[in-house]
């Protein structure tokens, strides 16, 4: 419970991560959601995506978003990266209050979403570019940020020729070379088989450690959310909302077959089970039963019980 | 190839008819063409009108087509017009222009620009529309907005299709060029081709043909092929 409290204060960097060199100067941000709904023209009318979300994320702080599809997970993320605007409430960050995208609050999205007419180290560059910073100055960053993600000496090959965890760790480099506050990731690692998957979320963390940059990742994941979050962030659906907070105080570096990360994995797994179900039987056909589901479910068939 | 033309010259052996030139008249007549001068000419008219031409329908029909892909308004007001002219042979526009300007340039003009400006418009349409979003949404979030986004990211983005869509405008624009020269006298190579039919001179009307082939090849092979290899290297797909 100490360990709770510190990590809610400054996450602290265990001191056997290995030493990273941080191609970074500025610190994360703290993001506000304050009451926050989002509402969109629908054919049958108005539909809610979110419905009052209010969650505080500290500066520094890594916190996943974790729910089954339709929970209005990547929705929060949308509206702290400023590509959507809330029908109600505010979103804060570093106190003031989102106005569209910035290059403050960076996204890595679940496909890279890097440039295939661009190398690596071009892409990379891109976001300085559109800053206008000088040729010297930008080719120093990229090279000293695709040896951070280990990717240097692919830097003048095209996207296309790089495998998807290649891609996402470029994509990761990019969104970093503008050095935001905020780094945003929509299931990042969601289309990687599960051996890469498992090895960028180390070097996520790793780089996390380094950078102290606020992370908010977005994840259907429980195992992945509980191995790399200081704090997991439940969401249901029908409409979004936020359920509940746990926080993780584990001790850094974690690895994804730690008991303490499975056995709180499963913990939140039944918590989550009935918002799950909810969804699955929302895709399927009425009568429809998760096997194996306890609770929940339909009322009636549970009629004949204990007359 | 080399085993076509044998068939061919075997073919106009047995026929033995002026109507049916084999390559040796067929050559002669390019070679002769080309030196007094007429062939050389009517293909120098020819490909400047093509290329101006092509320019224009170019500088036309990718801003017509980011437009109807962005603004709802340009779509829903000139969309209808763009699909139904281009389900028209620019051709057909040939006597509006001549009474409009003419027996000038403006008048073949229009119809070159007509021909291959709508392919080009459909196609840049159609490619700026099927830009997957995160590829904007990750400029955006970078600070990449509105003309900037749209010259550094969405139309490069977009180039394999606009591109397959600028070479259907380039077939497009010899086509309509063609059909032009050959209805009104003004020099080029389908004005040649009239000529050739005037004198019953099937071996110069084989040569031109020849010629019209070679410009399409040529074109094909100097740029369209070499933009189809940086894409297919670049994308890792094969342009369209």
Known sequence: ?307 | MAILVVIWAAASEIARTPLAPGPVAVGAAIAAGVRDGTLLRALVTSTARLVAGYVVALLLGVPLGIALARSTLVKQTVGPIVLGLGSVPSICWLPLAILWFGLSEWAIQLVVVLGASLPVAVATENSVKHVPPSIERAARTMGARGARLMITVTLPAALPGILGGARVGWTFALRSLMAGELLFVSGGLGQLLETGRDLGDTALVLAVVVVIVGLGRASELLLFARADRAIARRWGVEGT
Not at chain 1, 56 to 83: D, H, M, Q, W, Y
Not at chain 1, 138 to 144: Q, Y
């Open chain 1, 1 to 307: 419970m100490f360990a709770s409290a510190k990590n809610w204060l400054a996450p602290a960097v265990a001191s056997d991560l290995p030493v990273v060199v941080v191609p970074s100067a500025r610190a994360g941000s703290a993001i506000a959601l304050e009451d926050v709904t989002l509402r969109v023209a629908a054919p049958e009318g108005e539909l809610e995506i979110l419905a009052g979300a209010s969650l505080r994320i500290a500066a520094g702080e890594f916190v996943c978003l974790l729910g089954p599809s339709g929970s209005g997970k990547s929705t929060i993320l949308n509206l702290i990266a400023g590509l959507a605007r809330p029908s109600a409430g505010r979103v804060l960050e570093a106190g003031s209050p989102v106005d569209g995208p910035g290059p403050d609050r960076a996204v890595v999205f679940q496909d890279a979403a890097l440039f295939p007419w661009l190398t690596l180290r071009r892409n990379v560059e891109f976001p300085l570019e559109l800053r206008g910073l000088p040729a010297r100055a930008r080719a120093a960053r990229s090279e000293e940020l695709l040896r951070l993600v280990h990717l240097w000496r692919f830097h003048d090959r095209y996207p296309h020729e790089l495998s998807g965890g290649m891609r996402q760790r470029g994509a990761i480099a990019r969104a970093l070379a503008g050095d935001p506050a905020v780094l945003l990731m929509d299931e990042p690692f969601a289309a990687l088989d599960a051996q890469t998957r498992e090895i960028l979320q180390g070097e996520l963390e790793r780089i996390w450690s380094g950078t102290r940059k606020t992370v908010v990742f977005v994840t259907h994941n429980v195992r992945e959310a509980v191995r790399l979050a200081d704090r997991v962030v439940l969401m249901g659906t029908r409409p979004g909302r936020i359920l509940h907070e746990e926080t993780v105080d584990l001790p850094r570096p974690r690895a994804a077959n730690d008991a303490r990360v499975a056995a709180l994995s499963n913990a939140i797994a039944r918590r989550i089970a009935s918002e799950v179900e909810k969804v699955a039987r929302e895709e399927a056909d009425d009568a429809w039963v998760v096997p194996g589901s306890r609770g929940g479910g339909d009322p009636r068939r549970h009629l004949g019980r204990g007359i």
